[in-house]
Every structure is written in C-alpha cells, then in structure tokens.
C-alpha cells in the first residue's frame, strides 16, 4: 500500500499541459518566428516594438540601427523572391496597397505573405494591436496606438473654435502626379487634423487624375505636395509645373502663400509609426500663427 502511495504522488497530476503553459509555449514560439519586413514601415513598427527580424527592404530610408546588419530582400514593390525564400521565413509582411501586384508572385513562389492594412490610422492601429497581441507587445503597442489617438484629441481641441481649412492633396511621382482623395493615409491625417479635402473619391479611390480647370474652381485654401519615389526630383517638377502653368497663380493657396511640400519619411502613400509627427507638422500647415 506504501508502494502504491508513493507512485501515485510520483505520477504527474495530468498529461495535459496548463492554460498557463500552453499561453507561456505559444509566446516562445511567437518570439522564435522568423520574421521579415519587406516595406519601411513594417520593419520601422518592427523596430518600435522591439521585434526582431531575419530580413528587411532595401531602401534608401534610414532603417532602426538594430536591424543594420540584416540581409535586404529588395524593393518593397519587387522584392526578390529567392531571396525571401532562402531565409526561410516563418511570416512575410508587406502592406495591402502592394497586394494586388504582389499577392501572384508570392503565390507563384509558394510564400505565405501578411499584407498590413496600412491606409488609415484607425486601420494601422488595429494592425500594431493585434501584433502586439501575437508577439507578447501588448504594452508597446498599446502605447504606441495611444499616441496616435492622444495627439488626435489634441489637435482637435485646439482647433475645432477654427474654420476648417479645404485642402489640395497632391501626390507627386517622377514625371507626373495625381490628386489623393479622403481614402488615402495622406487624405485620412489630413482629416484627422481638421481639414476639408476638396477632392473626394468614389469607390474609396486613394488617387484621381487631375484636372486643373476643377481644382482652381474648388479653390483650396492650402495645397499640400506629396513626392513619391525620387522627392528631390517631384519637389523640382512641381516647382517648375507651378511656375510654368499660369493657372496655378490663381490659386488662393499659391496667393496666400499656404503650399507646402510634404516629408517623404514622415508622409508615406502607407501608414507608419510617425503619426504623432505628421499631425504637428499639418496643424502648423493647416492653422498657420498669424505674424
């Protein structure tokens, strides 16, 4: 009867593994994945919640130092497959304006991609919060979504007694440009900063070809220039259109004064982590101090 007491107090209490241990396994396990961030704003959210990456874009942007020695998997609009591939990668992310271009030749090379729904504020947060959750983040990205709202609230105090301001988004590419509506990340912070864009779009379009004559009836009060691509390049191309098109002088925005170009890195076609800065910078656009 001895015998029998002490192998029973040996044996385990069950085969079956705690919630605890099973939350606690799934956490390690979230932490050994193998992740690469194929645009600057997944590895630059990377970075923020302190994750670490086997693979990051190449691009002329400046990246989070930690990831400095990682091996790059090309442009984020064509990234190198083989590449991709060769680092075995358990999880791939890209953003959801690259889907419809990239979702074949991820399929085409058998990689499993996760495409960030990026183009709002609200919808990035949803993202941060849900990789908080998957990567035991939480407190970061908690933190990191409360910024974005916290300075939200913010500029809305201090200038909701104001008349909105309408604004002209327009989002530049070496050679051309085209007008972003309410339904692009510009259009959204634009929004969220008290703004009225003069363009909307249908269908939630992000962009629209322009046409001058309708826009200089719109007659924005501020018009906000976006560079894609090669910003040096777009800023002299818009320089030169604005000087070589007499229609713009008419403008009240150009009369007054109120044109700005936009920061590349602060101002992506996508979401990022630089919410809080893009919202300062568009209060002073939007709401200039009076001399």
């Known amino acids: 009867m001895c015998i029998g007491l002490v192998l029973t107090a040996c044996q385990p209490a069950s085969q079956e593994p705690s919630s605890q241990e099973s939350e606690k396994k799934e956490e390690v396990l979230a932490e050994e994945k193998r992740v690469i961030a194929t645009t600057v704003s997944s590895t630059e959210l990377a970075g923020a919640l302190d994750l670490e990456l086997v693979g990051i874009p190449t691009s002329y942007k400046e990246l989070p130092s930690r990831y400095d020695e990682l091996p790059e998997i090309g442009n984020p609009m064509s990234p190198d497959m083989e590449m991709v ?25 058998d990689i499993d991609v996760q495409f960030l729904d990026f183009q709002s504020v609200e919808a990035m947060s949803e993202e941060i919060l849900a990789i908080g959750e998957q990567f035991d983040r939480v407190e970061q990205a908690t933190a990191l979504v409360d910024s974005f709202h916290d300075k939200a609230d913010e500029v809305k105090q201090e200038t909701e007694a104001y008349e909105a301001p309408s604004v002209l988004i327009l989002m530049g590419v070496p050679g051309s440009y085209l007008v972003a509506t309410e339904h692009s990340y510009i259009g959204d912070l634009v929004q969220m900063a008290g703004g009225e ?20 009836q719109a007659n924005p009060d501020v018009i906000l220039r976006a560079a894609h691509g090669m910003p040096e390049e777009v800023v002299d191309m818009f320089n030169e259109e ?50």
């Open 85 to 109: 591939r060769s680092l075995r990668p358990d999880e791939v992310w890209s953003v959801t304006t690259l889907e419809t271009d990239l979702q074949e030749p991820f399929n085409q090379a």
């Open 197 to 216: 864009n003069i363009v909307q779009g249908e269908n939630e379009a992000e962009y629209l070809a322009s046409n001058t004559e309708y826009l200089q």
């Open 242 to 291: 604005f000087q070589a098109n007499d229609i713009w002088k008419h403008f009240n925005a150009v009369q007054s004064g109120q044109v700005y170009d936009l920061e590349e890195l602060i101002f992506g076609t996508t979401g990022n982590i630089a919410v809080v800065e893009a919202l300062e910078e568009l209060q002073k656009m939007l709401y200039p101090v009076p001399n």
